[in-house]
C-alpha cells in the first residue's frame, strides 16, 4: 500500500535532462496596470505639464530606449524655447528616413495644451510595447514618428503660469499691435484679485442690471429683459477681469503676441484682412518656419496628424471653399481613417473643415496634404459629450463640476476693487474648464488619439514584390512579369501629389549583367500580356507617376535577351525600397 507521501511524490513532476525547459511566456504589452511586467517608465496621465516637465518626461523616454528615441532641435520659438522633434522608430532597423513616417505634432494655440500630452502618451505607448506587441514592433521596425510636442511652446508655458482664462494664450509671443494704436501688447488681461486665474466681472446696481442671480444657483446669472423689456435687474456683467491699460474706451484688447500659427502656412493663406492672425507672408513666424524646413527635408513622410482643441473633431480639408474638392481617390483613404477613427473616439465626428465648421485660410494640414500631397488630420481634442454620455438632457457644467470635482472648478464670485466700476464682484470657471478633460478623463482620452495616431500609420505604404514569373519567348528572348502589392490604405503616390507632381514619382528597375531589356511597362491586362504598355525610352527603368495605389497590385513586364541574374527593385518616397534577384537561364 502506498504511503500519502509516496502518492503526493508520484503527482510531482520529474524534472532532468529528458524534460524540456518551460516556454517563458510572452511578456504582455503595456495596458493599463503593469500585471505582467512593470513599466520601464512610468508617467502620471492625470494631469497637465508645462513645457519643460513635458520635454523632461520626453528625455527620460529617450534615456530609457536609446534603440528606440532620439531628438533634434530643429529651431526656437520666439522667446527661444527649443523646438524639439523626437524620432520613434526601431534603429537597428535601419535609418528612420528610408521608412515610410508619420508626423504628429500638438498645441499649435497655446491654451490648446493637452495634445502635448497626447503625443508623450504615443511615444510612451511605442516604446513600453516594442518587443511586447507583435503590431508595435512591426511598426517600429517598418516605419518611424517624428513627434513635435509642441508648435507653441511659448503660449504653452504662459497659460500654465500666468493668469489666463480658457480661450486666451492661444498665440505665439513675438509683440504684435491688435488695436494699431502704434503700441503693441500694451492692454492684456488683469489678474485683479491675483488668482492666477481671469473670469468674469460683474457689479450690483440695483433694479438698473441686464442680468439677475439664477433663483437656483446663485453662480449663475440670468439676462432679463428678453421676453418683458420693461424688466430690469440688479446686475451688469462686465466681461472678462481686466482693465483699460492704455485708456482707449476698451478692456484687454492687446494682449500678448496676437497672430495664429495655424493660419500662416502657404496652402490657401490670406493676408490679415482676410484671415485674422496670418501674419505678413506665409512661414514668417520662427516656429512654423522651422517646421517647414523639417517636413520638406522628410519626403518619406506619409501621415500627419496635428492636435488641436476642442469640440471632438477628426477634421480634414479643404480649409477653403474656394479650393474644390480632393481627388476621389484620395477621399476614399480619409474617409476610412475618418470612419475608423469615429469608432475608437466616441462622440467625435470626421469633418470637412470649411464645409462643417468654418474657413480656415493658410492651414497647416491643409498644406501638408494640398501642397505636399500627405494624407493629414487635424483632431480637435475633448468634447463636453464625453462629461454624460447617455444623457440627450444633460445637466449644465456646474453640475458636473459639482459632482465630479467637488467645485474645484468653479472660483466663486467675491469682492474686488476696479479702479473705474469700483466695487465689482469676480468669478466664474477656471482656465482649466471646458476646453480641457477634467483630470480623470486625460489618460483615455491620450489613449485612443494616440491609438488612432497608429491606425493612420498602420496605413502607411508597404509596398511588397508579391511574384515573378520568367517565360520564354521566340528565339533566345524572355519575358519577365513582376506583380507589385500595396496592402495598405495609403497608396505610394497620392492622387494629389501625382496630380501636382509633387515629390519624386516611383521607379521600378530591372537590371542585371548579361541580360539586355529590350522593351518593359506596366501591363494593365494579366490575361493579355501583349497588351503591354511599353515605355518610350529607357525600358529598364520604368517610372510610375501614378505610384502604386492602396490596397492595389501593378503588373509590370519587360522582355529581354539574355541570360544571368537580375534583380527586380521598387523605389519610392513613401515606402521602404524592395528588392529581389530573379534567375534568367
Known sequence: MLTLLTALALLVPQTGAAQAAPT?????GVNGLPLERPRKVDIAFNRLYDDAELYAHFDRIEAAYPELVSHEVIGHSVEGREMRVYTVHAKAAGDARDVPAMWVDANVHGNEIQGGEVTLYLAWYLCENYGALDEVTELLDGSAFYVLPMVNPDGRHHWIHDAHNPHSSRTGYRPVDDDRDGVADEDPPD???GDGQITMMRKYVPGEGTHRIDRDDPRVMERVGRENPEERGDWLLLGSEGIDNDGDGRVNEDGAGGYDMNRAWPSSWQPEHVQYGAGPYPLSWPETRCIAEFVLAHPNLAAVQSFHNAGGMILRGPGAEVFGE???ADLRVYDELGKDGELMLPFYRYMVIWKDLYSVFGGFVNWTYEGLGIISFTNELWTDDREFPDDEDAPDRHWFDDHLR??????????????????IEIGGFRKDVGRVPPSFMIEEMCHRNALFCVEHARAMPCVTVRSVEVAPL????????VVLEND???????????????G???????EGDGVEVLAGGPNPDRWHPERMQPAERDPARLVLEQGLGGRSELHLRWIVRGTGNVTVRWRGE????????????
Do not use: M, N
Request: proline fraction near 13%.
Open 24 to 28: 517563458p511566456p510572452r511578456p504582455g
Open 191 to 193: 489678474d485683479l484679485d
Open 326 to 328: 480632393y481627388p476621389r
Open 406 to 423: 467637488l467645485g474645484a472648478g468653479f472660483v466663486d464670485w467675491h469682492p474686488a476693487h476696479h479702479p473705474l466700476y469700483g466695487d
Open 474 to 481: 521566340a528565339g533566345d528572348l524572355r519575358a519577365v512579369d
Open 488 to 502: 495598405r490604405a495609403i497608396p505610394t503616390r497620392t492622387a494629389r501629389a501625382a496630380q501636382e507632381r509633387v
Open 504 to 510: 519624386e514619382p516611383d521607379v521600378v528597375t530591372l
Open 574 to 585: 513613401k515606402a521602404r525600397d524592395v528588392s529581389q534577384l530573379v534567375p534568367i537561364e
